[in-house]
């Protein structure tokens, strides 16, 4: 039985976890990088039973699924993956399974884009490196506003380091309640646009679907203080990319920190590549050794149990 292992780029997928239950019934073909050409894709997968991706570094659309006959079982790490055609999958009798994984990395790497920004990082360690010293100034984060779109898991816990930070935090989502904010010490905003007006930095931790894509248009980030940081360690799709673009070549806002984009990996001449009030980073919110260590144990786990038959953390369900 083939199976393939797509998209490991740091080359890691065999060191995470103990793959030798499933070696012997299973022949592993790691690959580590991107297939951009989709032909090339099919033909290296067309023999596979089992495939495991990583998020969504490459989906599976009903047109892929439909060009791999043999597919039976597809991995996928974490429990949610909006870039697999759930519908699709099932018609075909192909079983999606997801997996658990762990430690708090996109809340790190949130405060890591906020502190960036707020302090220059990136030019200040340029300036650093071609000879310069102190060409910029701070922005304080004691007595700020955080505006958190979403107080879910990642939110709350945003949230509570905003806080350690002396900052005021408030939060808005179409379900969010008075009491699940009050929980978190967090003020519940009276509506979306009172959240942008308010807010000195505004971060996005909501789940993409219908309802929230493109949530924040033109209008949205026009509401926004030009003095005003945008972070997204969420989905590209929330924001609209034109809008956003348009906003920080113009000083709408003074800039963004973005994990995530519609189209990954990003082209080699996209914009945000080299806007200066942009500080991006490659999906890496979910990259880091905990996560990794409990995503490929619960990949070997899946397999394990979909070849004794009964397969378990079964997505679409």
């Known amino acids: 039985m083939k199976c393939a292992v797509l998209d490991d780029y740091q080359n890691v997928a065999l060191s995470m976890a103990d793959w030798s239950s499933v070696q012997e019934r299973v022949e592993l ?5 991107h297939f951009e050409d989709r032909d090339e894709l ?17 989906p599976f659309r ?8 043999n597919l039976k079982l597809l991995v996928t790490s974490g429990m949610r993956n909006a870039s697999i055609d759930l519908a ?3 018609e075909q009798g192909i079983t999606v399974c997801g997996t658990k994984g762990g430690g708090e990395g996109t809340t790190e790497l949130t405060w890591a884009l906020i502190l960036g920004l707020a302090r220059k990082l990136v030019l200040e360690n340029e300036a650093v490196r071609d000879g310069g010293w102190q060409s910029t100034i701070g922005v304080d984060l004691h007595g700020k506003r955080l505006g958190l779109l979403g107080l879910g898991h990642i939110g709350t816990n945003v949230a509570r380091i905003g806080q350690a930070f002396g900052m005021q935090v408030m939060a808005w989502s179409q379900n969010l309640t008075a009491e ?5 010490g967090v003020t519940l905003a009276s509506s979306k646009e009172e959240l942008l007006e308010s807010s000195d930095i505004v971060s996005v931790h909501l789940v993409l679907g219908d309802r929230t894509r493109g949530l ?3 209008r949205e980030l026009e509401r926004m203080r030009p003095t005003a940081f945008l972070i997204n360690t969420s989905r590209g799709p929330i924001v609209d990319r034109d809008a956003l673009l348009e906003a920080l070549r113009s000083g709408t806002i003074a800039g963004a920190g973005i ?8 082209p080699q001449d996209d914009p945000f590549r080299s806007l200066p009030n942009v500080l991006a980073t490659p999906h890496i919110g979910y990259v880091t050794e905990a996560a990794y260590r409990g995503f490929y144990k619960g990949i070997v786990e899946d397999i394990e149990a979909y070849l004794a038959g009964s397969p378990v953390n079964v ?3």
């Open 42 to 58: 099919v033909s290296a997968l067309q023999d596979c039973e089992i495939i495991v991706i990583m998020r969504e570094r490459t």
């Open 315 to 317: 997505l679409g369900k």
């Open 29 to 33: 073909q790691v690959y580590n990088h």
């Open 88 to 90: 699709a999958a099932a």
């Open 216 to 218: 924040i248009g033109a």
């Open 259 to 266: 994990d995530v984009f519609e189209q990954e990996p990003l």
């Open 62 to 69: 009903k047109e892929l699924l439909q060009r791999l006959p």
């Open 180 to 184: 699940k904010a009050a929980a978190a």
